[in-house]
């Protein structure tokens, strides 16, 4: 008897432990990280800079083969810094 009050929280607390838990969003969707707009930081964005920032490409700082994708904006859009 004592060992069924023990086995029964022991599952329990196994099956807590080892459950995962499943995201809403999709795996492969761009993450995007945004600090009260001062900074923000899209992984993988690719996508257009707006016209009304000042948009600098690291292709124009220094030469390198393997691009990121990634878009780091500053100053609430004022400034855009991309790696594509």
Same mark, same amino acid.
């Given at each position: 008897m004592h060992s069924k009050i023990?086995?029964?929280p022991s599952i329990a607390v196994? !099956?807590?432990f080892f459950?995962?838990?499943?995201s809403n969003t999709a795996q492969m969707a761009p993450s995007e990280t945004n600090i009260?707009? /001062?900074?923000?930081?899209?992984? !993988?964005?690719y996508a257009a800079s707006s016209p009304t920032t000042i948009a600098v490409s690291?292709?124009?700082l220094?030469?390198?083969?393997? /691009?990121?994708?990634?878009k780091v904006t500053?100053?609430?859009?004022?400034?855009t810094l991309?790696?594509?």
């Open positions: 023990i086995t029964l196994a !099956a807590l459950t995962g838990c499943k009260l707009g /001062i900074v923000k930081v899209e992984e !993988a964005s690291t292709n124009e220094f030469s390198r083969q393997d /691009i990121s994708g990634d500053l100053f609430w859009g004022l400034i991309k790696d594509y």
